[in-house]
């Protein structure tokens, strides 16, 4: 079973960047959807983005030209790229990898941006 360790988060003033990754026990090059979702203080999860095993991705509206999400199979590790972040970014970030034997989720890391 493929476990995943999210890292990366931490505090920014609003308008910086952070870089998280996603980082797997066991090879994801089998893979067939990564995604990145958040959670706020008193909200529900919802989805950031993701990307397919082919390359193409897919964002949520409100993170659309800012975030960025990549791979990198050779370190079995998934990122997510944060650009121009806003207070409204801040909640615990995380990581699911959808794999034909089922998916498997991250336990999460926090990003505050502070105004």
């Known amino acids: 079973q493929v476990q995943l360790v999210e890292s990366g988060g931490g505090l920014v003033q609003a308008g910086g960047s952070l870089r998280l990754s996603c980082a797997a026990s066991g090879n994801i090059i089998k893979f067939i959807r990564a995604g990145w979702y958040r959670q706020a203080p008193g909200k529900q999860r919802e989805f950031v983005g993701d990307?397919?095993?082919?390359?193409?991705?897919n964002y949520a509206d409100s993170v659309k030209g800012r975030f960025t999400i990549s791979t990198d199979n050779a370190k079995n590790t998934v990122y997510l790229q944060m650009n121009s972040l806003k207070p409204e970014d801040t909640a615990v970030y995380y990581c699911?990898?959808?794999?034909?034997?089922?998916?498997?989720w991250g336990q999460g890391t926090q990003v505050t941006v502070s105004s």
């Open positions: 699911k990898i959808d794999f034909w034997s089922g998916s498997v």
């Open positions: 990307i397919t095993s082919g390359g193409t991705t």
